[in-house]
């Protein structure tokens, strides 16, 4: 079944370091993909997503870039902020239909000053 | 615009006991979701409701049932909790239409059954 994996955590930064969180799936036909945090004692929040082969999903200056070669979806920003402290889930629709999400596990991201 | 909201915020329960989760949604959404969330697994789905007056099994349903009583909210029922049940349970709804839906989740109803 589809599946999806991400590099296990904790991550711990200082700020203004460079973060790449990996992700990568496995997926009949040809799932969207989402990156979203939680932010402590919340809910999960979209940060990005990308629908094809290519697209380039960004915001926050968070970026990621769907690679069907390497079924891949990793997560990067060029310059972390203690804000940026948070639980990152990578996600696929899965081929089931009605939007149905598949989540990884999670990684946990600590930026210090 | 309140989004997505849940009730309780915390819950404990006794091994046997049943209760309800509520969740509401004011976006107008077709499709309702309810998660838990659980060190180490990410989320997993529970049941869903792709339209009012539909439910569908998820990955997780055994040990629950849900409700989906209007177009706005959609409830989990724990008939007779377990101490396996313990975790942190997430609401969701989607906008009408494809695949690419952005799901828009609520705080979530933190529970422990003893």
């Known amino acids: 079944g589809d599946s999806v994996t991400q590099m296990e955590g904790p991550v711990t930064l200082s700020e203004e370091a460079f973060l790449t969180i990996n992700c990568t799936y496995t997926?009949?036909?040809?799932?969207?993909l989402f990156w979203y945090v939680q932010y402590p004692g919340e809910g999960l929040q979209l940060l990005l997503k990308?629908?094809?082969?290519?697209d380039k999903g960004s915001n926050k200056g968070f970026e990621a870039t769907y690679r069907k070669e390497t079924t891949s979806f990793h997560l990067e920003k060029g310059s972390v902020q203690v804000s940026d402290s948070a639980v990152y889930f990578c996600a696929l629709t899965s081929s089931g239909g009605y939007n149905k999400l598949i989540f990884g596990a999670g990684t946990r991201l600590a930026v210090h000053p | 615009n309140a989004g997505v909201t849940q009730t309780p915020k915390f819950q404990v329960l006794k091994t046997g006991q049943s209760m309800t989760l509520q969740c509401a949604q004011d976006?107008?959404?077709?499709?309702m979701y309810w998660y838990r969330q659980d060190p180490g697994m990410g989320l997993r789905l529970i049941y869903y409701s792709a339209s009012e007056g539909t439910t569908d099994k998820g990955e997780v349903p055994n040990g629950y049932n849900v409700s989906r009583l209007n177009k706005r909210e959609f409830s989990l029922r724990l008939e007779s909790a377990a101490p396996s049940q313990t975790s942190v349970y997430f609401c969701?709804?989607?906008?009408?239409?494809?695949?690419?839906?952005?799901?828009?989740f609520g705080p979530g109803t933190r529970l422990t059954v003893l």
């Open positions: 997926a009949t036909g040809y799932p969207s």
């Open positions: 990308a629908t094809k082969a290519d």
């Open positions: 976006m107008n959404h077709n499709s």
């Open positions: 969701a709804s989607s906008t009408p239409g494809t695949n690419t839906d952005t799901q828009y």
